[in-house]
């Protein structure tokens, strides 16, 4: 107890940190969004139809992207109508490195979609994992 109360500097800062590690895992469970790799990304698509969502800005979808993808930027994600046809099919979220996309996977669960998944690390990730792009 001693110790604690001597280095509570140290103590918070292992205990903040602990909890920005498990963050990620915990938050995802909450929220009803997984994660998930290129693996299960492809076999989403190829086998549930998947459709994948990229939500980068312009330029940065026109510079490279995942074949056939849906592309609509994250701030125009909730005035986008057009993707109520996809609501039935799974859908996988993706932007640079994962972070838009995870904000997309909110607001689509809110809008009703049920099936949404978040590319984990984005399109550097599948492009690390030398899956197929075009431009």
Known sequence: MEFIQNNIGIVLLVLVSGAMLLWPIIGGRISGIKDIG???ATQLINHQNAVVLDVREDSEYYAGHVPHSVHVPLGQLAKHPELEKYKGRPIIAICR?????GHACRVLRKSGFEQVYNMAGGITTWQRANMPMEK
């Open 38 to 40: 290129t693996l299960e």
């Open 97 to 101: 490195s994962g972070m838009r996309s």
